[in-house]
């Protein structure tokens, strides 16, 4: 497991630099004359970032901002505006990157530059293991918790045109109590 994340973190990371550094120009060159790459994130969307029993910023993409600071020499600060914040664009010096596990839709790539995919994760469903569900197409007419985000909902409409499920959104913004 732990192998599993070292080496999605290091493609993920490879990936950015390859191909985000052909496109970087003004903000490579500033990260590079200051030494620090500052990274907004999320610190509210575990485990991609999410605070740690240590009280700091952990997760994903804390490992994929740390990992790609590495390899461009320079310290990474993180700053953790909202997601409403980080996806409206405009901003205007006050951070170099996002990393965020962000998924690049039409809209937002009219906003944001989105130099490379560094990974993805198709959409699944999940159900009691006594359930006798087995396909998707056995959810149709069914309410289903989805995402709170509204990539999942329109996921859930692509795969059921005809008769939806019914999206219940859910999402949380705290840790869970151990």
């Given at each position: ?12 990371a ?52 740390k ?70 197409k ?41």
């Open positions: 497991m732990v192998r599993s994340k070292r080496v999605l973190t290091l493609a993920a490879m990936s950015l630099l390859f191909v985000g550094a052909a496109h970087a120009g003004a903000v490579l060159d500033k990260i590079q004359s200051s030494k620090t790459m500052t990274v907004a994130t999320s610190a509210t969307w575990p485990p991609q970032g999410f605070i740690n029993d240590k009280n700091e910023i952990d997760g994903f993409d804390i490992d994929v901002s990992e790609i600071a590495k390899r461009l020499g320079v310290e990474v600060k993180f700053i953790t505006p909202d997601w409403d914040v980080i996806t409206a664009g405009k901003w205007n010096g006050r951070w170099d990157m996002s990393v965020g596990s962000m998924t690049a839709t039409k809209s937002r790539a009219r906003i944001l530059d989105f130099p490379g995919t560094y990974y993805y994760v198709p959409y699944v469903f999940a159900v009691h293991d006594k359930s006798t569900v087995t396909d998707h056995a959810l149709n007419g069914k309410t289903i918790g989805v995402e709170g985000a509204p990539l999942p909902r329109t996921s859930s409409t692509r795969h059921w045109p005809s008769k939806p499920a019914m999206c219940r959104p859910w999402c949380t913004t705290s840790r869970p109590k151990k």
